[in-house]
């Protein structure tokens, strides 16, 4: 695959700073672009595409308006489209709540799609007491599903708790973030053992319902844990039973066989539907020796 069919977007300030934080661990397969009101996100970005949503060069970003931040992002499709030609895969970036991540991404996501790439959208959501932060993220949520093909949410709250819990700062949470894009991009721009393509992301995303991106890694004699940690994704407290459509690759070193891959697999998608469509992907890595790792595309959840 082209680097350029790869495209890791990042809208408003926290979009961006989780775009590039995620673009540098997959710098080699994909491109970057960073969408903002405020020159800030650019700063030493100069490798990417940037999209300054400011007419007159002087603000800070757009609070409150995403209306605006919207028409500004029509506005600038036409360089946007652009970058967008070539992008068969769109993953973009977003904290909800603020005017220019709210309001530009349901419009990126939007063009991507009518350009024919699957589009996936991360979107981090406030604190609840946040309220006015969080009535906007809500209001922009509804479009933000049906502009995209995937969009999985993540709990701001959760992230912040999640790393106080394991003794992180909170800009460290981001790193799942990251790990969550990397595994994406790299099960699906390189040839693994069983090699997964964008066709069978599409035929996943099409499952109607809720759909998550989950990725957990251990020791490789230890599946169950592997399984248990991918269950309890740090990130959004979703239920993953019943799941319609799943899309899996399992990485590990030269010395995993066939059977930690059906062993993870058989565990990870054990409560599953039971017709649920599972497709499967593995891929060695040599630096993943003693330990084996698990991306997956869930889909179809209640
Ligand atoms: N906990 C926490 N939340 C953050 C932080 N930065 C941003 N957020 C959240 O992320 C959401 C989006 O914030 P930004 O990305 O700064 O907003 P923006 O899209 O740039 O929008 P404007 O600047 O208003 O145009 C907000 O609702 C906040 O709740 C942070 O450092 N810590
Ligand atoms: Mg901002």
Redesign the pocket.
């Known amino acids: 695959m082209e680097s350029s069919s790869l495209l890791v977007i990042g809208?408003?300030?926290?979009?961006?700073?989780w775009a590039r934080g995620a673009h540098s661990r997959v710098s080699s397969e994909s491109d970057l672009m960073l969408v903002?009101?405020?020159m800030e996100?650019f700063k030493g970005a100069s490798y990417a595409h940037c999209m300054h949503l400011d007419p007159t060069g002087t603000?800070?970003?757009?609070?409150?308006?995403?209306a605006l931040?919207a028409h500004r992002t029509i506005s600038a499709l036409d360089e946007i489209d652009q970058v967008l030609t070539n992008a068969e895969l769109v993953v973009i970036l977003?904290?909800?709540?603020?005017?220019?991540?709210?309001?530009?991404t349901i419009e990126l996501a939007r063009a991507s799609r009518q350009r024919g790439a699957i589009v996936v959208v991360v979107a981090?959501?406030?604190?609840a007491e946040?309220s006015f932060?969080?009535r906007?993220?809500n209001d922009a949520l509804p479009s933000l599903e049906d502009a995209a093909d995937i969009c999985i949410r993540v709990s701001?709250?959760r992230?912040?708790w999640q790393s106080r819990r394991r003794r992180l700062n909170?800009?460290q949470g981001s790193g799942w973030i990251e790990e969550l894009v990397e595994g994406l991009i790299s099960t699906i721009g390189k040839l693994g053992k069983i090699n997964l393509d964008l066709m069978d992301l599409k035929s996943i995303v099409k499952h109607k319902g809720g759909a998550t991106l989950i990725v957990a890694s251990g020791p490789l004699e230890d599946t169950r844990k592997i399984v248990e940690d991918a269950r309890r994704s740090p990130l959004i407290d979703i239920g993953l039973d019943g799941a319609k459509g799943c899309l899996i690759q399992v990485e590990g070193g030269p010395d995993m066989t066939l059977s930690h891959i059906s062993s993870m697999t058989e565990n990870f998608t054990s409560q599953f539907d039971e017709n649920c469509q599972v497709i499967l992907g593995a891929r060695v890595s040599d630096r993943l020796i003693g330990r084996l790792r698990v991306v997956a595309v869930v889909s179809g959840l209640d």
């Open positions: 809208a408003g300030g926290l979009g961006c700073r903002d009101a405020d996100s603000e800070k970003g757009i609070a409150a308006l995403p931040a977003t904290g909800l709540g603020g005017g220019t991540g709210t309001g530009s981090g959501l406030p604190f946040q932060r969080s906007m993220a701001l709250e992230l912040a909170w800009q």
